[in-house]
């Protein structure tokens, strides 16, 4: 099975220069977790979560207004192509540890996005057909997607950082 054939067309994105406020509010009124940043061609330069928010917000200490997307999105994103595999898709999501992948055209321009939601509402019985979609692979997918992070993306330095402090300030 193909990616596009499960993805979800319906997505919103940003743009790096965006605040933090507008990815916010695109989120609540699309009911989405995450929206892909994109630039004026529309290929991918970032991906932006929920959590990517409220963290800028923590680590920053501005208000969301103040904060552009660029400061917050992970920049680092892996797509997959119109004509993957679903199976190679979930491999890039396990291996990445991300529960949403932008989907891509041949000239890299985003016009979709598999997430773990859409995996889980197409799987079936484990069968001998090579589309990725048995219980088993998308177990395995969900196991190493919820691992916990080694790494913190680029607000993990400044967590850090605001930790220390807390915990050398005096009582």
């Not at 890039?92 to 992948?101: D, G, L, S, Y």
Request: hydrophobic residues 35%.
């Amino acid at each position: 099975m193909r990616v596009e054939e499960i993805m979800s067309i319906d997505l919103e994105t940003c743009r790096a220069d965006d605040t933090l406020n507008r990815a916010a509010q695109i989120m609540w009124e699309h009911d989405c977790g995450a929206a892909p940043v994109v630039d004026d061609e529309g290929h991918v330069v970032g991906i932006l979560t929920d959590r990517d928010i409220c963290m800028a917000a923590y680590t920053q200490g501005r208000p969301l207004t103040e904060i552009s997307v660029s400061s917050a999105c992970s920049r680092s994103v892996r797509t997959c192509k119109l004509d993957d595999s679903v199976e190679s898709a979930g491999a890039i999501m396990a291996a990445e540890r991300v529960r949403r992948i932008p989907v891509v055209d041949h000239d890299g321009k985003i016009c979709g996005i598999l997430s773990l939601g859409d995996l889980a509402r197409r799987v079936h019985e484990p069968t001998h057909k090579p589309d990725g979609l048995s219980y088993e692979n998308i177990a395995v997918t969900v196991a190493a997607v919820s691992e916990p992070a080694r790494e913190h993306s680029s607000n993990g330095d400044a967590l850090g950082r605001i930790k220390r402090e807390r915990s050398a300030a005096p009582a």
